[in-house]
């Protein structure tokens, strides 16, 4: 799942550069004749584009649920740990130490986890916008042919229908939601504390 997210940003990323650097090249010649070569170029550019976007959109219909259910899992792994942590210390047994260790190890690797595809989607986030950007700054320039303000002009208006990735409609997927879970987790970890020192009461 990762692969894919970051498959599409190094596709994306590529496509910002390789249009910056076309219309750079395109400024420095002169007298740059209008005709179907060129034509054709920012029409594979914007079909590249096009294809990206489409690419995410695959890769959002297709994991969102396995991202609910990792997100779901961390969580209720998480709140099990701690009970199962204060269990084993309150047991007072030579193996707390190592098992409170094992149990903050798998805490951190779930949580590893979601940090990863977190940034991974808010990197291509930040590409997208940088897509925006620089078609908006072309568009605006007095040296931009009809092809490449037409092109532009897609590109915008596709941009703007790729919204954020969000897992089932309840939550984004951006680099907030590891604070965010991690926020969820500790709350829920101090009422779980307080029940399990209000019983031994």
């Given at each position: 799942m990762v692969d894919?997210?970051?498959?599409?940003?190094?596709?994306?990323?590529?496509?910002?550069?390789?249009?910056?650097?076309?219309?750079?090249?395109k400024n420095t010649v002169?007298?740059?004749?209008?005709?179907?070569?060129?034509?054709?170029?920012w029409k594979n550019k914007e079909m590249s584009y096009a294809n990206i976007l489409e690419a995410f959109k695959i890769t959002k219909d297709a994991f969102q649920l396995l991202i609910l259910y990792?997100?779901?899992e961390t969580f209720l792994h998480s709140i099990y740990y701690v009970y199962l942590t204060t269990q084993i210390i309150a047991s007072n047994e030579s193996r707390a130490i190592p098992?409170?260790?094992?149990?903050?190890g798998w805490i951190l690797k779930?949580?590893?986890h979601e940090s990863v595809l977190s940034v991974e989607f808010e990197r291509f986030y930040l590409v997208v916008n940088d897509a925006i950007v620089n078609s908006i700054s072309r568009m605006t320039?007095?040296?931009?042919?009809?092809?490449?303000?037409?092109?532009?002009k897609n590109v915008v208006r596709m941009s703007q229908l790729s919204?954020?990735?969000?897992?089932?409609?309840?939550?984004?997927?951006?680099?907030?939601?590891?604070?965010?879970?991690?926020?969820?987790i500790a709350t829920y970890s101090f009422v779980v504390l307080q029940f399990v020192y209000l019983t031994e009461q």
């Open positions: 894919e997210v970051i498959t599409n940003f190094v596709s994306l990323r590529q496509w910002v550069v390789d249009l910056k650097y076309y219309t750079d090249i002169k007298h740059l004749k209008e005709n179907q070569t060129e034509n054709c170029s990792h997100c779901v098992s409170v260790v094992v149990v903050v779930n949580f590893i320039n007095k040296q931009c042919s009809e092809q490449e303000k037409r092109m532009h919204r954020k990735f969000e897992v089932c409609n309840l939550f984004a997927l951006d680099a907030a939601t590891p604070r965010r879970l991690l926020a969820l």
